[in-house]
């Protein structure tokens, strides 16, 4: 897939998922994206397909309960995962969100690529590192990326990047530096992503 799907063409909003049976049919590759609340997904998400907000940008985290599906370009389903983490969700909430992520992330035949997303100044965060490892094990294809670049300087940036590499055990080449506010990594991740749906 050509990387100009990305940003040319019709890019609308499908539906708002809660229940697996409600999944659009298997007839487009998915791409979705993962990772704690208000660490940038839909921003992420809304730079790659040039649109200032048509994914909503929160200022209230852990709010989206919905596995939200995108089309680009009639080619390609662009899923925005509810991101996890956020402590505020009640218990029941948490569970459910927790079985159809995971039965979404598991069965998924049309699924080529999980973008897990990290904020680069933070930490490794268990949870992050839990996906990550399960992704691994169930054998679900998927990408790191470390967003906003833009808040580090280089030298901070190298060195949180190579603490992260560690802790979640991968190359420096199995994931990608990015920034939703320069534009920093984006050709970098679309033609990674392109590899993926190729
Ligand atoms: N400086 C900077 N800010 C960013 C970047 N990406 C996201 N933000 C900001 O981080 C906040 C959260 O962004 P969202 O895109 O809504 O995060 P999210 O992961 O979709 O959040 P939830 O849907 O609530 O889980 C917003 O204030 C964004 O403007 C980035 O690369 N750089
Ligand atoms: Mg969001």
Request: glycine content about 8%.
């Amino acid at each position: 897939m050509p990387m100009s799907h990305w940003s040319k063409g019709e890019i609308s909003f499908v539906k708002g998922v809660y229940k697996t049976a409600n999944l659009p049919d298997l007839d487009l590759p998915e791409v979705a994206f993962a990772g704690r609340s208000n660490v940038g997904k839909s921003s992420l998400i809304n730079k790659m397909i040039n649109r200032r907000n048509l994914v909503k940008v929160s200022s209230r985290p852990g709010k989206t309960q919905a596995l939200n599906y995108f089309l680009a370009g009639d080619q390609l389903y662009l899923v925005d995962l509810p991101g996890y983490g956020y402590a505020k969700v009640p218990r029941k909430l948490k569970n459910d969100w927790q079985g159809l992520i995971s039965a979404y992330l598991t069965s998924r035949v049309s699924l080529r690529c999980v973008v897990v997303i990290i904020d680069i100044r933070h930490e490794l965060k268990a949870l992050d590192l839990e996906l990550v490892t399960w992704l691994r094990s169930e054998g679900v294809p998927h990408l790191v990326v470390y967003t906003k670049i833009d808040k580090l300087k280089r030298g901070p940036q190298l060195q949180q990047a190579a603490l992260l590499d560690a802790g979640l055990g991968i190359r420096s080449g199995e994931r990608i530096l990015f920034s939703a506010k320069s534009g920093e990594g984006k050709e970098n991740l679309i033609s990674t992503l392109d590899q993926f749906l190729a």
